[in-house]
């Protein structure tokens, strides 16, 4: 068995009542049937109601921990940059 | 809970199917060829392991039953007690036995008898070890040419322990005739789109299993029973 046969795969659930899909961890798998498959055992516990997405981790491009500054400096002195300067009404619940 | 005696002759039938098949997948435990798969088949026999206790249960007390009958009072069919061999002889096991669990659940389900409220809970467990089994018979019959020729030879070898599934068994009400046709176009089918042909052998008569729900099994299966059963015969009468 070699890593090209067995890739990894990231692995995002929804639960029965969540809103997103949130980032549940990897598994490695030959392909993306299995993968789903795999991680119904391995983070669902098959558990009615959810749903999963595999991603190839290689599909997956992440943001450079060396770029932190430029990419992600939120220009907090730039206060007009925030929409902050409104009251969310309360109807509004996930904002 | 007492139970009519037919009633009772069937639980022990199918539930020592799946007490036995749950012991054999037991085994791998360890032993998977990667971990992702070590999880699927500890899950497949504790589904397993789940039905043969509500099923014993209904024959009397689910550990007397499981460890102090000895080899010749068990019901169970000599496919599920057949060793893991490698990997596709366990697909191959999987594959036969889970198409057959799941048409018979699914018919029990759809019934009014004494086991529809079981197979309710226990036919969505088995399609998925159904799905489990096809898509492995898939990879591994289309896969590589040692693959292929594993598959092959497994599904070949466990072929004649197949015509035993569709003896009617007392005390469950389905049509067997109807079942064995279905299970057999299933069969057919996925073996059909893995690349393999249908093995050749007979299925019943001759040089077939057909035995083991009448407590005659296979020479492994009384190893099989000794581990299995070791700690209870040590210490009867121990709680634990």
Redesign the interface.
Known sequence: ?TNTD?PLWEVFVRSRRGLSHTHAGS????DA??AL??AR??YTR?GEGVSIWVVPSSAITASSPDEKDPFFEPSADKPYRHPTFYEIPDGVKHL | MSVDLATHAAALALGDDALVLSHRLGEWAGHAPVLEEEVALANIALDLLGQARVLLSMAGDEDELAYLRGERAFRNLQLVEQPNGDFAHTIARQLYFSTYQHLLHAELAAGEGPFAPLAAKAVKEVAYHRDHAEQWTLRLGDGTDVSHERMRRACEALWRFTGEMFQPVEGVDVDWTALETTWLASVTDVLGRATLSVPEGPRTGAWTAGAGRQGLHTESFGRMLAEMQHLHRSHPGASW
């Not at chain 1, 598994?27 to 030959?30: F, N, Q, R």
């Open positions: 068995m067995w598994l490695h798998a030959p049937d299995l498959r795999n055992d391995l098959r």
